[in-house]
């Protein structure tokens, strides 16, 4: 299935099939926060959470392409990813991708 952020495909016909959304929350434990936090003061990146934000992605990507599918798309358009953090109780990564489900001729 194609995947674009672009509201177009250039060239080819679209029929709109309408909005699709997925969704991923996922939890930072104790341990990554500790480490993420000395990262933040020495400076550097943070493997342990660019892991878990690819993977929120990716989660909410498919969720995302499942419902597309359900509507017989064979394409989503303008894809929006948006991320944040949670804070209750600990930390969360939340990933939402939202699109719009079409079908390219």
Do not use: P
């Not at 341990?31 to 936090?37: T, V």
């Not at 000395?38 to 959470?49: K, L």
């Not at 109780?89 to 939340?94: N, S, V």
């Not at 990933?95 to 079908?103: E, I, K, P, R, Y």
């Amino acid at each position: 299935m194609l995947l674009s952020t672009t509201g177009t495909i250039e060239g080819r016909q679209i029929e709109y099939l309408g909005l699709v959304t997925g969704e991923a929350i996922l939890g930072a434990n104790i341990f990554k926060d500790f480490f993420a936090g000395i990262r933040d003061i020495v400076g550097g990146r943070s493997a342990a959470y660019e892991g878990e934000l690819r993977k929120a992605k990716e989660i909410a990507l498919a969720e995302m392409r499942e419902q597309a599918v359900r509507l017989g798309a064979n394409a989503v358009i303008g894809i929006d990813l948006d991320y944040e953090t949670i804070s209750v109780g600990g930390e969360m990564l939340m990933v939402s991708a939202s699109g719009t489900a079409v079908v390219v001729r």
